[in-house]
């Protein structure tokens, strides 16, 4: 096929995808698909030849690629489509204004910004809903996730990084990573819609003086910044500049979803694994168990809620092919309970194993009363400071906005570090769910590398830190939370090179709990290319014709 003949082909069935997301929207329902089969009695076992859980980047990934395939396959999402608008006509609220739709299932929400001027002022009482954005607890780390169709696309910033070349293949030394590099990483770009910031707009808009700012304290420190790609679309970011759109990044929105501008999943890979027809989303179910029946097919039982939370339904599916998209937690905790509860008891015993937060540690800087960062700030980033290259010391510190429509004179960013640690998910009977061993002491060699980064650089501009923005008086690095989760079924151990989980055939795994906790810069794309490598395998090696 040619290029030009995909592209048209793929053209069309993101349209007949997005039709499809409204038509459902519109009509109010959980399942999903371009054959609208919702007056059907349901069947007693909902059977597919593939099922894939989850509707995050790999399983996105994973789907497009069956229904391209021809593969009838179901996907079971357990948060809602995010494709009606509420009662002021927007589908999410703003991070500055947040309400019911910001948090799954929460009276108030969980900014990772607790506090400012150490005041309680940012975090808001909400109703009980199943809202976009959760922060799954542990003893010692937090984890935020999306919540609803297209996973962590409708909460992230959008920055688009493919990983240094070679701490790749450090990190996955049996990989091909010319393949990657030359086929994969491309392929994955591509289908999510990256680009970049016009580097000329950039100098000129008061929307990232933030960004130039903390650019010029890194050079200040004999620093390198590099910008970074997004999939974001920018030319609509400069209509809403110009006034001549309605603003979304320039509106404060960003970790409760955006109404405009951001290439999420629901428009990209979902979007055209719909209009394969034969792909279909059933959402506000959550998988709980699976099991492999004598016939060699997989059984899985998913509890449906409704929007108070409550179960209104148990359901059972059976497929022949699984694929396991449901994030680094969520997969993860799906096999380690199978594996200890005995029904997949073949799973390796490195299954849980490999954990870690990609060395996530947010900090924020006091500058001089000079050096504005700007009342208007883009919620979307687009530069990093990047010291990767000092091996006694490696971080990459994404340049983050923090929106308040105040000048606050505040540098905020989210270093990546390079920390070795590694922690183990573990199965609570008590509960039914896991412990995470990670501690205190694995986070503080996080905080220690960007502390070192970021002395030299208030040294050299003569600033301090914040101390007033994480909720404890005086705390100056937040290091207990994370958005990029990673590993749990590490590829090459608990999977072999594919993705395919060691014990069982036909079963695989295609998230972000394959990379090894830790991968230097915001993990999406590096999730979407592996998938894109599992996917090519699989479909000639392992699916009947």
């Avoid at 229904?67 to 009662?87: D, V």
């Avoid at 994404?398 to 270093?415: D, K």
């Avoid at 002395?455 to 290091?479: K, P, V």
């Avoid at 972000?512 to 894109?532: C, D, K, R, Y």
């Amino acid at each position: 096929m040619t290029a030009k003949l995909m592209q048209r082909q793929l053209t069309r069935r993101h349209i007949l995808g997005m039709a499809a997301l409204q038509t459902a929207a519109a009509a109010g329902l959980t399942r999903i698909g371009l054959q609208s089969a919702q007056a059907v009695e349901p069947a007693a076992v909902d059977n597919a030849p593939a099922i894939v859980v989850g509707s995050g980047y790999g399983a996105a990934v994973a789907a497009l690629r069956l229904g391209q395939a021809g593969i009838r396959t179901i996907m079971i999402e357990m948060g809602r489509l995010w494709n009606t608008p509420g009662s002021d006509g927007k589908v999410f609220c703003s991070t500055a204004n947040p309400d019911q739709r910001s948090m799954w299932f929460r009276t108030r929400t969980e900014a990772p910004l607790a506090t400012f001027l150490w005041l309680d002022v940012v975090n808001k009482d909400i109703s009980l809903y199943p809202g976009v954005l959760d922060r799954v607890r542990f003893a010692n780390m937090s984890v935020f996730v999306g919540r609803g169709v297209g996973g962590g696309s409708l909460v992230n910033g959008c920055m688009a990084v493919t990983p240094l070349k070679s701490y790749f293949a450090e990190q996955f030394p049996t990989v091909d990573a010319d393949e990657m590099y030359g086929t994969y990483f491309p392929r994955a770009n591509s289908m999510l819609g990256v680009n970049t910031v016009d580097p000329t707009w950039f100098e000129s808009t008061e929307w990232y003086r933030f960004s130039r700012i903390s650019r010029k304290h890194a050079q200040n420190t004999g620093l390198r910044t590099t910008f970074v790609p997004s999939t974001y679309d920018f030319a609509y970011m400069q209509k809403e500049a110009a006034g001549t759109a309605t603003k979304s990044a320039l509106a404060q929105e960003v970790i409760y979803g955006n109404n405009h501008g951001k290439r999420s999943l629901d428009k990209t890979y979902l979007a055209a694994a719909l209009g394969t027809g034969k792909v279909t989303i059933n959402t506000m179910e959550r998988v709980r168990a699976v099991s492999r029946a004598s016939d060699g097919t997989y059984v899985l039982t998913a509890d449906r809620v409704n929007d108070a939370g409550t179960v209104v339904e148990t359901k059972q599916y059976s497929c022949t092919y699984l694929f396991l998209g449901g994030g680094s937690l969520g997969t993860t905790e799906l096999l380690v309970r199978a594996r200890d509860t005995g029904t997949l008891p073949a799973l390796d015993a490195s299954v849980g194993a490999g954990w870690g937060p990609n060395g996530n540690t947010m900090l924020g800087r006091a500058n001089h009363l000079w050096d504005t960062v700007g009342a208007n700030q883009s919620t979307m980033p687009v530069m990093g400071i990047d010291d990767w290259a000092n091996t006694a010391n490696p971080v990459f510190a994404e340049i983050a906005p923090l929106p308040t429509g105040l000048e606050h004179w505040v540098s905020l960013y989210l270093a990546i570090t390079k920390n070795p640690q590694r922690a183990t998910f573990t199965y609570n009977s008590a509960t039914g769910g896991v412990n995470l061993g990670w501690t205190a002491a694995q986070s503080a060699v996080s905080s220690g590398m960007a502390k070192k980064l970021f002395d030299r650089i208030n040294s050299a501009n003569t600033t301090i830190y914040r101390t007033d923005l994480f909720g404890s008086t005086n705390r100056t690095f937040a290091d207990d939370f994370t958005y990029h989760p990673l590993g749990g079924c590490v590829l090459g151990r608990a999977t072999d090179n594919y993705g395919r989980v060691k014990g069982y055939s036909k079963l695989y795994v295609t998230d972000g709990s394959l990379v090894p906790g830790s991968i230097g810069v915001n993990p999406f794309v590096t999730i979407t290319a592996l998938a894109e490598r599992t996917m090519a395998r699989v479909l000639v090696e392992d699916t009947a014709p």
